[in-house]
């Protein structure tokens, strides 16, 4: 009877906690802000220090980044992309190298721009251009994100481009494991043949530089490797804080059912306040985008 008594008091309004579900109190507001954080800051922690059991979890393959790529091209009355694999070898060169470097960016800290490696795939090009993307969990994800941002929009609707290539990559980066997506497109000059030798990059500088100045990125492909299972640190916070959202959404229903029904009059108008700020932020915080674009 305790026991039940005590889940009374603590999840519906009774004398015993002022007519109020203690689990709305502005110190079980206060304890759950706590927990949420310490929860993130140990699955970080997990994340980092023990990648073989924690770390990232995504589900991106080529064939959906060019599926979801051509949708968005076809919805805006643009030919579809044909996947080029000089393209793609160019795009998991750069995501290798970005991976051995450690860094985030279309030109490497030694000076080498992306073009380099469209050239060196043995790809000759009259217009190129890159798009690139990391954190993400979903091919969908990366695409959307994409369009939402105007220059990596302008690469993917842009009518001048007709090769697409793709690579998708596991690893680590600043110590943490992520995956790295690379897009990048292509279009031949006129008659070139499918396979060509490489040319030097000094040839297309101007080319290059008149087309692409918006930006990209690039995607490595590794669907077929084998990773080991891993949870997902940002899903399981999401799963997480979503779960806490939904369970003080439906304590605080019964509250007030149970308020009205028995007519009790409250003016303590500091726990809702508190209570609308805690949901806000765990709104916020299921928001907030895990990926990254450049």
């Given at each position: 009877?305790?026991?039940?008594?005590?889940?009374?008091?603590?999840?519906?309004?009774?004398?015993?906690?002022n007519?109020?579900?203690?689990?709305?109190?502005?110190?079980?507001?206060?304890?759950y802000?706590s927990?949420l954080?310490?929860?993130?800051i140990i699955?970080?922690?997990?994340?980092?220090?023990?990648p073989?059991?924690?770390?990232y979890?995504?589900?991106?393959?080529?064939?959906?980044?060019?599926?979801?790529?051509?949708?968005?091209?076809?919805s805006?009355?643009?030919s579809?992309l044909v996947?080029?694999?000089?393209?793609?070898?160019?795009?998991a060169?750069?995501?290798?190298?970005?991976?051995?470097?450690?860094?985030?960016?279309?030109t490497?800290?030694?000076?080498?721009n992306?073009w380099?490696?469209i050239t060196?795939?043995?790809?000759t090009?009259?217009?190129a251009?890159?798009?690139?993307?990391?954190?993400?969990?979903?091919?969908?994800g990366?695409?959307?994100?994409?369009m939402?941002?105007?220059?990596?929009?302008e690469?993917?609707?842009?009518s001048?481009?007709?090769?697409v290539g793709?690579?998708?990559?596991?690893g680590?980066?600043?110590?943490y494991?992520?995956t790295?997506?690379v897009?990048?497109?292509g279009?031949?000059?006129?008659?070139v043949?499918?396979?060509?030798?490489?040319?030097q990059?000094?040839?297309?500088?101007?080319e290059?530089?008149?087309?692409t100045?918006?930006?990209?990125g690039?995607?490595?492909n590794?669907?077929?490797?084998?990773?080991?299972p891993?949870?997902?640190?940002?899903?399981?916070t999401k799963n997480?804080s979503l779960?806490?959202?939904?369970?003080?959404l439906?304590?605080l229903?019964?509250d007030?059912?149970?308020?009205?029904?028995?007519k009790?009059?409250?003016?303590?108008?500091h726990n809702?306040a508190?209570?609308?700020?805690?949901?806000?932020l765990?709104?916020?915080?299921?928001l907030?985008g895990?990926?990254v674009?450049?």
């Amino acid at each position: 009877m305790k026991f039940i008594e005590a889940l009374l008091h603590f999840f519906t309004p009774r004398s015993s906690n002022n007519h109020k579900a203690k689990a709305l109190h502005v110190v079980s507001l206060s304890t759950y802000i706590s927990l949420l954080l310490v929860f993130q800051i140990i699955l970080t922690g997990l994340a980092r220090f023990s990648p073989g059991v924690l770390g990232y979890a995504s589900n991106i393959t080529t064939m959906d980044l060019l599926k979801f790529s051509n949708e968005k091209r076809q919805s805006a009355g643009v030919s579809e992309l044909v996947l080029n694999s000089q393209l793609s070898a160019a795009a998991a060169a750069k995501a290798a190298d970005m991976f051995t470097n450690q860094y985030w960016a279309h030109t490497s800290p030694a000076g080498r721009n992306p073009w380099s490696f469209i050239t060196n795939a043995g790809y000759t090009y009259l217009f190129a251009g890159e798009n690139l993307a990391r954190d993400f969990g979903d091919s969908r994800g990366v695409v959307e994100a994409w369009m939402n941002s105007p220059s990596h929009k302008e690469n993917l609707f842009n009518s001048r481009y007709q090769d697409v290539g793709f690579a998708v990559v596991n690893g680590k980066y600043n110590g943490y494991e992520t995956t790295l997506v690379v897009q990048m497109f292509g279009t031949r000059p006129s008659g070139v043949a499918t396979v060509e030798e490489s040319v030097q990059p000094q040839t297309q500088i101007l080319e290059e530089k008149s087309v692409t100045a918006s930006g990209g990125g690039i995607v490595l492909n590794t669907q077929n490797k084998n990773f080991p299972p891993k949870i997902d640190v940002f899903g399981v916070t999401k799963n997480v804080s979503l779960a806490l959202t939904i369970g003080l959404l439906i304590i605080l229903g019964i509250d007030g059912i149970l308020a009205y029904q028995r007519k009790v009059v409250r003016l303590s108008g500091h726990n809702f306040a508190h209570l609308v700020f805690l949901l806000t932020l765990l709104v916020a915080l299921n928001l907030i985008g895990r990926g990254v674009i450049l």
